[in-house]
């Protein structure tokens, strides 16, 4: 059972470079998160999706898009990163939108230069 | 809005010693709320939810929805309990919301 599985896991881009984050989950969870991780900022909401098909922006959506065509997987875009954009990215997943636990990937490491 | 604060980014205390992080949260509803952990090269996880009452690790929090908060207390801290603590809330519509995060060190 892989749970929530993150790709790729390091990656390193140049300024107005674009790319593509995976967020793959098998516990067919209607929810799916993208969050940003800064040191001192905690972890702050990118975009959500509460089902196939629908996303929704969250805190700080600006410069990143997102797609859910299939349930198990939310694709986080980046079409022209900002050296801003350097970061931590974690995905979760949740059953629900009730008080079930959420299960995060292991991070992707962001440098944009 | 839905907001979560946690005062503290850092605190450190001795091996044995009580520790508290503190969560104050802000929403007009009944919020769900919980502590997550994030152990050093591991990925955030659940530590206790508050509808579930439980204590998890010797650590426990209590809803004080007259205070809006949510403390996370633990009567002995342990070396393996350093790590980042988030606090989370959860509302109707589904935003999981999460604070800035407590960096715990505990020291021998």
């Known amino acids: 059972n892989a749970g929530v599985t993150q790709t790729p896991k390091f990656r390193v881009l140049k300024t107005g470079q674009s790319m593509t984050l995976l967020c793959a989950q098998d516990m067919n969870h209607e929810y799916m998160y993208w969050y940003r991780q800064d040191p001192g900022m905690g972890l702050r909401l990118i975009h959500y999706?509460?089902?196939?098909?629908?996303?929704a922006k969250g805190e700080v959506p600006d410069g990143y898009n997102v797609s859910r065509l299939k349930k198990q997987n939310f694709l986080l875009g980046l079409e022209s990163a900002a050296p801003s954009q350097t970061s931590v990215y974690f995905c979760?997943?949740?059953?629900?939108?009730?008080?079930?636990?959420?299960?995060f990937g292991q991070g992707t490491r962001l440098t944009v230069v | 809005a839905q907001r979560v604060t946690q005062p503290e980014k850092l605190l450190s205390v001795f091996k044995g010693a009580p520790v508290e992080l503190k969560c104050n949260y802000s929403y007009s509803g009944s919020p769900e709320l919980f502590w997550y952990v994030q152990y050093s090269r591991q990925r955030l996880q659940l530590l206790l939810r508050?509808?579930s009452r439980e204590s998890i690790k010797g650590f426990t929090a209590d809803l004080n929805k007259g205070e809006t908060s949510f403390h996370l207390k633990k009567p002995f801290a342990q070396e393996e309990d350093s790590a980042m603590y988030y606090c989370a809330l959860i509302t109707s519509g589904s935003r999981l919301t999460f604070g800035e995060g407590t960096q715990l060190t505990v020291n021998p």
């Open positions: 999706s509460v089902g196939e098909g629908t996303t």
């Open positions: 979760a997943s949740q059953k629900g939108g009730d008080g079930t636990e959420a299960f």
């Open positions: 508050h509808i």
